[in-house]
C-alpha cells in the first residue's frame, strides 16, 4: 500500500506570512510529486508538480523535494486569505505510469 | 469546453439500492479514474482505465464496478448500496503527458 502522509491542521498563518506544507511518502521509486488545492465543496485543481530534487517556484508557490528523505514541501509567500483551503499532496505511482496516490490534505487558514 | 462531466451530483439512496454515476470526457484522454472523498479525507482511488475496453481495480474498489465501453465514457455503478459508500465521488482523466488531472465536479453520495 503505497502512503501519503500530511498533517491534517489546520495550519493557521496571518496574511503576508509564509505557509510551510509537509509532505511524506513511502514509495521510494515515486518519480513525480503534485501540489493540489481544494476549497471546501470543490474539486481539487493543480497548483505545481515537481520531479527534481530541489526547488521549483512558480509565483508565490515553491515546491520542495527531497528523494533521499522521500519528502515534498510547498511553501506559499505573502499569504492571502484566498488560500484558505485544503492542500493535498499527491504522488505518482513510480512502478505504474498514471496511478496516483493522494494525502489526506493540510487545510490552511490565513487570517486577515 | 466541457472537460469532465459527471451526473448526478447529489443523490441520497436507500441502502440495498443501486446506482451508476455516469462520467464524460471531451478531450480524448485514454486515462480515466473514479476517487472518493469521505469527509475530512483525501482521495481513495476506486476504478482506474487505461483505455477503451480495460479498467483496473484501485485501493477500495469493494462494492463498485466499471465498464469502459468508449474513450469518452467510464460510468460507476454502484451495487446494493451501504452506508459506508456515502461520499463524495471524483472522476477524473489525464493528459497525455500525464502530469496533469482533470477532475469533474463532484457528485455527492448519501445512502440511509
Known amino acids: 500500500q503505497k502512503e501519503v502522509e500530511q498533517n491534517s491542521g489546520p495550519l493557521s498563518v496571518p496574511e503576508g506570512a509564509i505557509a510551510s506544507l509537509n509532505c511524506t511518502y513511502s514509495?521510494?521509486?515515486?518519480?513525480?510529486f503534485f501540489w493540489y488545492r481544494q476549497y471546501s465543496g470543490k474539486s481539487p485543481e493543480l497548483i505545481m508538480f515537481?520531479?527534481?530534487?530541489g526547488d521549483k517556484e512558480d509565483g508565490r508557490f515553491t515546491a520542495q523535494l527531497n528523494k533521499a528523505s522521500q519528502y515534498v514541501s510547498l511553501l506559499i509567500r505573502d499569504s492571502q486569505p484566498s488560500d484558505s483551503a485544503t492542500y493535498l499532496c499527491?504522488?505518482?505511482?513510480?512502478?505504474?505510469?498514471?496511478?496516483?496516490?493522494f494525502g489526506s490534505g493540510t487545510k490552511l487558514n490565513v487570517k486577515p | 469546453n466541457a472537460g469532465v462531466t459527471q451526473t448526478p451530483k447529489f443523490r441520497i439512496l436507500k441502502i440495498g439500492q443501486s446506482m451508476t454515476l455516469q462520467c464524460t470526457q471531451d478531450?480524448?484522454?485514454?486515462?480515466m479514474y473514479w476517487y472518493r472523498q469521505d469527509p475530512g479525507m483525501g482521495l481513495k482511488l476506486i476504478y482506474y482505465?487505461?483505455?477503451?475496453?480495460?479498467?483496473d481495480k484501485g485501493e477500495v474498489p469493494n462494492g463498485y464496478n466499471v465498464s469502459r465501453s468508449t474513450t469518452e465514457d467510464f460510468p460507476l455503478r454502484l451495487e446494493l448500496a451501504a452506508p459506508s459508500q456515502t461520499s463524495v465521488y471524483f472522476c477524473?482523466?489525464?493528459?497525455?503527458?500525464?502530469?496533469?488531472?482533470?477532475f469533474g465536479e463532484g457528485s455527492w453520495l448519501t445512502v440511509v
Open positions: 515537481i520531479y527534481s530534487n
Open positions: 482505465s487505461v483505455g477503451a475496453g480495460i479498467t
Open positions: 478531450m480524448n484522454h485514454n486515462y
Open positions: 477524473a482523466s489525464i493528459t497525455g503527458s500525464g502530469n496533469t488531472i482533470y
Open positions: 499527491a504522488v505518482k505511482e513510480g512502478d505504474n505510469f498514471n496511478k496516483f496516490y
Open positions: 514509495d521510494r521509486g515515486s518519480q513525480s
